[in-house]
């Protein structure tokens, strides 16, 4: 059995590169590989553990335990967590789930994962005194996805389409259009999340993400990419976005900074593990920490090859994995979350916290 699909429960204030309206109904956690490799991890823990005791702490994730959070589930099997002194509950999002930035705020978790910066953003706004500590993922993962006799490459290609999506999908679509100065011009056509309707070519192009429809059309219909079917990033059409964003309370920071930096020590180990070994999580996944989802083990290991290729940008091969940019938040993504019309935007420098990461890394670029 599958898992249920991620709904689309935005309005149309909030754009479509939500995780929660894109993935499992596509029936897969694997695409298109874009290639390149990452730095491998090496097993120094850092410095001892300040605290003789172990320390619980609630991690709220921002969607059901599958290969998304391939590095916490190598962490926690390595026992890298414990090494830390840390005793760790992963509470596991979904469609019917609180948003992690709700039970952060009510105290019913001390730290949060959550892949759609802008909740995460908005969250903020509202008077949550949330602060970034770091992201996984350099580029968001959602995307479209057309055929290759008709593919959408860059934003004129969308001018006169039909897309197939979700309505919460329109304010990204137009951001897109303005963004590339072109005159609004699309049609919206409301779909569910198979790839049915673009193979009856009832559109032109089809939201998706990543890790989802597009492998759908290579395990399935044994398509092949750039042969048969074209998928392209949101931020290649001018929308970039972190995702896997790890975060907590201001007051968390203050009151257990140590904890924070072992927390993440750990768990930077278990995504180094990762880039090396993408099977070993999947296996993970499917037989321990997801086993009730009923999740397919190749599309598991294909959807961590895939989602290993977003995790590096320049600014983490210099200063390593989960590295945030105040300036490229303040410019590019929040450019495009304007163009979308998000309003009342946090200051990009308070937001993120560099201060965990550059005490767990010491200068390196590898834990």
């Given at each position: 059995m599958k898992p249920t699909a991620r709904s689309s429960w935005q309005n149309e204030s909030t754009p479509a590169w939500s995780r929660r309206h894109l993935l499992k109904a596509a029936g897969a956690t694997g695409a298109v590989a874009l290639g390149g490799g990452l730095l491998a991890g090496c097993s120094d823990a850092g410095s001892a553990q300040a605290s003789s005791s172990t320390d619980k702490i609630r991690?709220?994730?921002?969607?059901?335990?599958?290969?998304?959070?391939?590095?916490?589930?190598?962490?926690?099997?390595?026992?890298?967590?414990?090494?830390?002194?840390?005793?760790?509950?992963?509470?596991?999002?979904?469609?019917?789930?609180?948003?992690?930035?709700?039970?952060?705020?009510?105290?019913?978790?001390?730290?949060?994962?959550?892949?759609?910066?802008?909740?995460?953003?908005?969250?903020?706004?509202?008077?949550?005194?949330?602060?970034?500590?770091?992201?996984?993922?350099?580029?968001?993962?959602?995307?479209?996805?057309?055929?290759?006799?008709?593919?959408?490459?860059?934003?004129?290609?969308?001018?006169?389409?039909?897309?197939?999506?979700?309505?919460?999908?329109k304010p990204q679509l137009n951001a897109i259009f303005a963004l590339a100065g072109l005159k609004r011009d699309y049609e919206l056509v409301p779909v569910g999340f198979t790839v049915d309707p673009l193979l009856q070519k009832k559109g032109k192009v089809l939201t998706c993400y990543m890790t989802g429809q597009p492998v759908t059309l290579e395990s399935k219909h044994k398509m092949k990419p750039g042969k048969d079917f074209v998928a392209v990033t949101y931020e290649s059409l001018g929308l970039p976005a972190y995702a896997t964003i790890v975060f907590c309370k201001q007051s968390f920071l203050k009151e257990?900074?140590?904890?924070?930096?072992?927390?993440?020590?750990?768990?930077?180990?278990?995504?180094?593990?990762?880039?090396?070994?993408?099977?070993?999580?999947?296996?993970?996944?499917?037989?321990?920490?997801?086993?009730?989802?009923?999740?397919?083990?190749?599309?598991?290991?294909?959807?961590?090859?895939?989602?290993?290729?977003?995790?590096?940008?320049?600014?983490?091969?210099?200063?390593?994995?989960?590295?945030?940019?105040?300036?490229r938040l303040d410019g590019p993504m929040y450019a495009g979350l304007r163009a979308a019309g998000v309003k009342d935007l946090p200051d990009a420098r308070e937001v993120i916290d560099n201060s965990v990461l550059d005490a767990v890394y010491r200068g390196r670029t590898r834990v």
């Open positions: 991690v709220a994730l921002g969607w059901l335990k599958d290969i998304e959070f391939a590095g916490f589930w190598n962490a926690d099997a390595s026992g890298y967590y414990a090494e830390e002194n840390l005793s760790v509950e992963f509470q596991a999002g979904g469609p019917n789930a609180p948003d992690a930035t709700g039970l952060l705020a009510n105290g019913q978790a001390d730290i949060g994962v959550h892949a759609n910066m802008q909740i995460l953003l908005q969250a903020i706004a509202k008077g949550n005194d949330f602060r970034m500590v770091g992201a996984a993922l350099q580029t968001n993962p959602g995307g479209l996805l057309s055929l290759a006799s008709d593919p959408v490459r860059k934003p004129q290609d969308l001018v006169g389409a039909k897309v197939l999506g979700q309505v919460g999908a257990k900074r140590d904890v924070m930096e072992r927390f993440m020590r750990a768990t930077l180990r278990g995504w180094q593990d990762n880039t090396k070994d993408p099977e070993r999580a999947a296996h993970l996944v499917v037989e321990k920490y997801g086993a009730d989802l009923g999740l397919d083990l190749s599309e598991q290991i294909r959807g961590n090859e895939v989602q290993i290729t977003f995790m590096e940008n320049d600014l983490t091969r210099e200063k390593g994995l989960f590295r945030m940019d105040a300036e």
